[in-house]
């Protein structure tokens, strides 16, 4: 009983700290079509590195506290699907905190790092956005999503092999370190 409601709880905090992250993310990017928007960038880009850094955590505990909560876990179609939009968030966000992190402040001032920035952001926004609704369906019956007439079933998932799915972490993450060894130098973007 305690594991459902502890799950509940850092579903609210995960959820909340992570919209918090795109939300001003987003507005640290719209920020740079406005004159005199540099003082609101500013704020806007601190608290979506801090909001997305705490994020990452905190799914992370929803994950494991999802887990604890459930009688068997990635048994159903619904629970496998909230496995693979957690993965699809955690890696925007990581994405989205790698690009602030690597050139700075001032991402948001080159027009194609900037719009990668604003393109991570929303995707971790829409990922965990179809995130709580498969959550809602599931612990609810219903979904604030399911207005959408276009709204794709989650009953059902593609289930790929074990075996593939870690070659595919493998290629993913050789990808991400070739990126990093293989890729330019890069430096923090003069503000």
């Known amino acids: 009983m305690f594991a459902i409601t502890f799950h509940h709880l850092i579903v ?6 992570a919209t918090l992250a795109c939300a001003s993310a987003l507005g640290a990017w719209i920020s740079t079509y406005f004159v005199g928007g540099s003082k609101a960038r500013g704020h806007l880009d601190k608290t979506a590195y801090i909001a997305g850094v705490a994020a990452i955590p905190l799914i992370f505990l929803s994950v494991l506290s999802g887990t604890s909560a459930m009688s068997d876990p990635g048994a159903d179609a619904m629970s496998y699907n909230k496995f693979l939009f957690t993965g699809l968030t955690i890696g925007f966000l990581v994405s989205m905190l790698l690009g602030r992190w690597r050139f700075g402040p001032a991402i948001w001032l080159n027009s194609r790092l900037g719009l990668l920035q604003m393109v991570c952001a ?18 609810l019956g219903e979904s604030t999503l399911d207005i959408f007439s276009f709204w794709p079933s989650f009953d059902e998932s593609i ?3 074990q075996w593939f799915s870690i070659a595919m972490f493998a290629l993913g993450l050789g990808a991400m370190v070739a990126a990093f060894i293989l890729g330019p130098d890069t430096e923090r973007l003069p503000e």
């Open 159 to 161: 289930v790929v092999n």
């Open 122 to 139: 929303a995707g971790a926004l829409a990922s965990i956005t179809v995130l709580g609704s498969i959550g809602a369906k599931m612990s």
């Open 12 to 17: 609210g905090l995960s959820t909340g700290t």
